[in-house]
Each structure stands twice: as C-alpha cells, then as structure tokens.
C-alpha cells in the first residue's frame, strides 16, 4: 500500500518569503507517479505537477520548484518568494501502476502568506 | 471547455434519505473518480471508473453506489444518507489511470 506524509499541517511565512512543503511517501513498487496539487480558499483543486519515478530531474516552473530524490523517498515543494496568492493548502499524492487506480493523498499543509 | 461539472454545489439531506450527485467531464477521458474530503484527512478515494464500463471499490466505499453512465458521466449515490457522510465531494476525470486528474468544483454535503 501506498502512504504519503506531510509532516507539516500549517505553515506562515511572509510575503517575499521561501517556502519549503515537505513530501515523503513510500511504495514498495519500482514504477510510481507523484503530483502536487494546490487547494485555494475557493474550494477547487488545481493540478500542479505530475513526475514518474524515473525521471529524479528537478523542475522548475516560474516562482515554484520541485526537488524528486528517491533516496530520502521524498519530493518537496518549494515556492520562491511566496505571494499572497500562494495561500491555499497543498496536498501531495502518489500513484502506482502496479494495478490500483488510486491516487493517495497526504493530509495536505495548509500555507498563509502574510503581506 | 466546462471541465468536470459537479452538481448539485451544496446540499443538505435528512439521516435516511437518497440522493445522487452527478460527474460529468468533456475532455474525452477515460478514468473518473469519487472523492470525499474531510478536515484533517486529506482526500479519500471512494469508488472509480478506470474506463466506460468498469467501476471498482476504493479505499472508503461503505455507503455509496456508483455508475458509469457512459464515458462523459459518473455519478455517486447514497442510498440511505447517514451524517458521518457529511463531507465536501469531488468527482475528478483523467486521461488514463495514473494521468494527472482534473477535479470538479466539489459538493458540500451535509447530513442532518
């Protein structure tokens, strides 16, 4: 079975601030998938990243960067200096193609940028 | 494009009644998901289609039925609302199973 943690529940920094959202999951299977998704105070999930367990490559994209290492099982999340907007709880989750359909979620961190 | 339409938004049944929340995507994908999410627990999955035509139990299934109408639409039923099912609802679609999935607005529901 898959499990994913996110040790952090609720985090404020403020604004112009960087931000790290810790992620540890594990798997006893070789072949995984792993998002990251943001939940704004309006309710909605919205996709952020999607990365397989081959491709170790950081990413970046804008003011958000991921960091993949598969020796510590983790794949964090950090925010470059954060704005207001970035409020919004994230939550990780982890996926196996060994024949479950279902995507796990952690219990997500709840981030407050203060202006 | 709409996305992933949930109805209804809100809504607030009796202990003992039905009801049916309906899913439906226009991106032409394949998968499609019921999720509740509670405070503090994240989200679970509650039942799936991984294609038109098959659906399969997730990890709290207890309590609902499920249906593939056809590949645009999935919907959720309670059969006799209980209040330990008052949770905010998302059905969500992906392309395949694995794929990034794409969520609805949610349904919060609440169980008297």
């Known amino acids: 079975a898959q ?16 931000v790290t959202l810790d992620c540890v999951y594990e798997t006893r299977d070789t072949t995984y998938y792993l998002f990251w998704y943001k939940q704004p105070p309006s309710g909605e999930l919205v ?16 003011r958000y960067s991921w960091n993949f290492q598969k020796s510590t099982s983790s794949f964090n999340f950090t925010i470059t200096a954060s704005q207001v907007v970035d409020s919004a709880v994230y939550f990780c989750a982890s996926y196996s193609g060994a024949g479950s359909y279902q995507l796990t979620f952690g219990k997500g961190t709840k981030l407050s940028v203060i202006p | 494009n709409a996305g992933v339409t949930q109805t209804p938004k809100f809504q607030v049944l009796k202990t003992g009644q039905s009801m049916t929340l309906q ?9 499609m998901y019921w999720y509740r999410q509670d405070p503090g627990m994240g989200l679970r999955l509650i039942y799936y289609s991984a294609s038109e035509g098959t659906t399969d139990k997730g990890e709290v299934p207890n309590g609902y039925n499920v249906s593939r109408l056809n590949k645009r639409e999935f919907s ?27 969520f609805g607005q949610g349904t919060r529901l609440t169980v008297v």
């Open chain 2, 76 to 102: 959720l039923r309670l059969e006799s609302a209980a209040p330990s099912q008052t949770s905010v609802y998302f059905c969500a679609s992906s392309e395949f199973p694995g794929w990034e999935a794409f």
């Open chain 1, 47 to 62: 996709f952020l990243i999607r990365r397989n367990s081959f491709d170790e490559q950081n990413e970046i994209s804008g």
């Open chain 1, 3 to 18: 499990k994913v943690t996110q040790a952090q529940t609720e985090i404020s920094v403020v604004e112009k601030e960087d």
């Open chain 2, 23 to 31: 899913c439906a995507q226009d991106m032409n994908h394949n998968s």
